[in-house]
């Protein structure tokens, strides 16, 4: 009984999908619980990302994510999250066979993380997959535009639509994610008109990252947005220093125990 008064409170994919068209959708990623925590409030969505192969573990993209990265990270954010949806990306290799290794890892996913959907990038499977977990109980978020888990058949992370045939595309694979019953669709690093087009065309409520203000609402990486990295894409806003934040204070507390005035008195036991 307590565990579902608790689910009750959390905002629910009806909910997403019924934001179309108003107040935008505030979404950010998030890998561990005491983040999760603290932006649980701001946010409707928390997206465990796969993004946290790149942004946490070092890799140089998400191809080496696995499932077990997936629900470690997903728990930690479901400890610390009460109120935002909660959404965990299916990691690369975990749902293109077809439907049925899909719903089999889907199901995993939200059984051993209880969070409330999954994510997955569109590709020519997708409708039938798509379609395949939401009339079987899985809450699922789409992914069209740039595709980070297809960096290698890219030949790197490349905005989409700059020609007719990728528009189609795009707008054809966000068309096909919309009428398989996804609850909202992520558009990431394509050109405004485009989003726009998207947004007009699909029922879901688009979230775009490096997609312009057209979209229903906005995700970015919780660390870019914090300004972690020396670098960051163009449409990032950096709402924080957090890089220089850590750098000062890993400085200072290296200068104050080379001083021996680390720790003083008042961060010391002594004996009574
Ligand atoms: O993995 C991720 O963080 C994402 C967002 C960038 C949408 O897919």
């Known amino acids: 009984m307590s565990s579902h ?6 905002l629910t994919a009806p ?6 068209g108003q107040t935008p959708l505030v979404c950010l990623t998030a890998y561990s619980a005491p983040m999760a925590e603290i932006l649980d409030e701001a946010c409707d969505i928390l997206l465990v990302g796969d993004s946290v192969g790149m942004v946490v573990h070092g890799l140089p993209s998400t191809i080496g994510v696995t499932m077990e990265m997936m629900i470690l990270h997903g728990q930690a954010v479901m400890r610390g999250a009460k109120k935002a949806f909660v959404v965990v990306d299916m990691p690369f290799g975990s749902y293109e066979a077809g439907p049925e290794q899909a719903f089999a890892n889907a199901v995993r996913i939200l059984k051993e993380t209880g969070a409330q959907a999954v994510k997955l990038e569109s590709g020519p499977t997708v409708h039938d997959t798509i379609s395949y977990l939401t009339q079987r109980g899985i809450p699922v978020m789409g992914h069209v535009g740039l595709r980070p888990q297809a960096v290698n058949v890219d030949g790197g992370f490349k905005a989409k639509g700059r020609t007719q045939a990728e528009r189609d595309k795009v707008l054809q694979e966000a ?3 919309d009428a398989a019953g996804a609850f909202a669709i992520v558009v990431e690093g394509v050109a405004a008109d485009l989003a726009g087009e998207i947004t007009a065309a699909v029922k879901a409520p688009t979230i775009g990252i490096g997609a312009s203000a057209a979209c229903d609402g906005q995700i970015l990486v919780v660390d870019d947005m914090l300004g972690q990295f020396d670098w960051s894409p163009k449409f990032v806003r950096r709402y924080a220093a957090l890089r220089e934040t850590i750098s000062e204070a890993a400085e200072g507390y290296a200068k104050d125990v080379r001083a021996r005035d680390f720790p003083a ?5 002594f004996a009574k």
């Open 5 to 10: 008064t608790q689910s009750v409170k959390r």
């Open 15 to 20: 909910e997403i999908y019924a934001r179309k």
């Open 175 to 177: 068309r096909d994610s």
């Open 265 to 269: 008195p008042q961060e010391t036991y």
